[in-house]
């Protein structure tokens, strides 16, 4: 069992050399840091001073401890993104939900536990927006005796895909939630932590990775964007996705890739072209009309090493499709399939729990009592909801405390199976008074070891757009997708139940669905929503509760002692 140290604490740029020490002998620190390399001077949350924070590396199947000190200024929770943490939800991190948040001096020893991933995930910040800096790649590698699935690459890279606001993203968070409107759009996108030489202030400090012709380079993606799904591309070559989520795939060579929010590929890189300099790129792709984003695009580059004059004084960029192109957007969607040689495929074939969920923007008044308006449709505020349920987090409890204590009133246990109200999801011009969701935490409880389908519809309400949900706890297999209304009768017919992708976020397109399957073999309480903050924050979210099996290796452990309290 490794021992790791988190801390948030405050933190300058001279103190970087002791923190790479610190990190070399797994000792973690979350601090606050004084950031100017972005053509702005602020204050930003980040873990050991490193904006993104340092990369986790684990073997399949390990136990750490990472011990969390929050000394910076603002409550903090840790999310182990795509750990499937079994029976352990104690450090799954989602504030009010399995955790209270660790306030301002206090500190939480989160016991992470691996056991079938393998690949790349992250870890991030799951209270309010924190996420946008405090994020971090986490390194599975192979059991010892075990290879990866392809030829061991030269180098293994993260490249982390972000999000840059020039004001302090916690005054976002908290202007975008008085407003009832949309969100400032961002400023920048980065890679590893920089815009790159397109955007003023970081010519200098654009990330280069460099390498050898003839090598192969294992790219680790994570796309830690706080709203967009992005398309990335590197000029002149071809990339083969080799992994997503934390599990292997059929190796996939595409001229670029969209990774959603949240989504993680492992990505292998020939550097077969010609020496010179090249362009990595990424930039957004939205398939809604009228919400403003940033149309910016973020560069890195690949330098080849070797005694040459470069061809031009700008690199070569990638051709990235429009931002609005929904086709491109499917290009690894509809490819990806898994690979069996490490893990053997398991999908659920008799279904013991079909669920139907709706995923929708909707509005609420901006106050109750009709004293104020929002910048909202019609002075209202904008919502969000699975199956008309805005999610509302409790507000001086957790759930999974409340569940383990048997503590009444803190969650309900009516999440419906389907829509209360079925209507044309994907229609237009649909009925004003499907808009207003109610308002509730209620959770939606499933026996142990149940086998759980659940069609994940998006709807037209307000604005039809994408949907990266993410579910905690367990990963599933993406079966089916496509456009329109699900139907029943002849869309399960075209279900891979073969060899479908097994993943822990997968996007819901623009007016579309998609299936995944999953064993409900995790005791536990487990969050599920989208993984566009400004959506989860309008309450695009549910909770499951996967109850106790028979058996003691069934039953969920019992909580830490150090568990934050509220």
Known sequence: MKILFLQVLLFMFFNLLLTCLALRHHRFEVRDVSYTKLCSTKNIL?????????????????????????????????????????????????????QCPIRPGGKFGQKVIFSEEEGTLWWHAHSDWSRATV????????????TYPFPNPHKEV????????????????????????????????????????????????????????????????????????????????????????GSYVKPLKVDYIAIS??????VLLEANQPLDNYYMASKVFTSALDV???????????????????????????????????????????E?????????IDVPLNITTNLFFTISINTLPCDPNGNSTCVGPNGNRFSASMNNISFQMPAD????????????????????????????????????????PSVATEVNVLEYDSTVEIVLQGT????????????????????????????????????????????????????????????????GVWLMHCHIDRHVTWGMATTFIVKDGNNPEEKMLPPPLDMPQC
């Open 46 to 98: 980040t873990v050991n001073g490193q904006f993104p924070g340092p990369t986790l590396y684990v073997t399949k199947g390990e136990t750490i401890i990472v011990h969390l000190y929050n000394r910076a200024n603002y409550n903090i929770t840790i999310h182990w993104h795509g750990v499937d943490q079994p029976r352990y939800p104690w450090s799954d991190g989602p504030e009010y939900v399995t």
């Open 135 to 146: 994020h971090g790649a986490i390194v599975v590698k192979p059991k010892l005796g075990t």
């Open 158 to 245: 993260p490249i982390i895909l972000g999000e840059w606001w020039k004001k302090d993203v916690v005054e976002v968070y908290k202007d975008f939630q008085k407003s009832g409107g949309d969100p400032v759009v961002s400023d920048a996108y980065t890679i590893n932590g920089q815009p790159g030489d397109l955007y003023p202030c970081s010519k200098n400090d654009a990330f280069k990775l460099r390498v050898d012709y003839g090598k192969t380079y294992l790219l680790r993606m994570v796309n830690a964007a706080v709203q967009e799904m992005m398309f990335f591309a590197i000029a002149k070559h071809q990339l083969t996705v080799v992994g997503t989520d």
């Open 261 to 266: 929010p949240g989504q993680t590929m492992d």
């Open 292 to 334: 403003p984003f940033d149309n910016t695009t973020t560069t890195a580059i690949v330098q080849y090493r070797g005694n040459y004059i470069p061809t031009s004084r700008t690199p070569s960029l990638p051709s990235l499709p429009d931002s609005g192109d929904i086709v491109s957007s499917v290009n690894i969607i509809s």
């Open 336 to 344: 990806l399939k898994s690979l069996a040689d490490r893990t053997p």
């Open 397 to 436: 409890n957790n759930i999974l405390q409340a569940y383990y204590n048997n503590i009444s009133g803190v969650f309900g246990e009516n999440f419906p199976d389907v829509p209360a109200l079925p209507f044309d999801f994907t229609g237009s011009n649909l009925p004003a008074f499907l808009n207003t």
């Open 460 to 523: 037209n309400l307000f604005e039809g757009i994408e949907h990266p949900m993410h579910l905690h706890g367990m990963s599933f297999y993406v079966v089916g997708w496509g456009f329109g209304n699900f139907d029943k009768e002849k869309d399960p017919l075209g279900y891979n139940l073969v060899d479908p992708p097994y993943q822990n976020t997968v996007v819901i397109l623009k007016n579309g669905w998609t299936t995944i399957r999953f064993r409900a073999k995790n005791p």
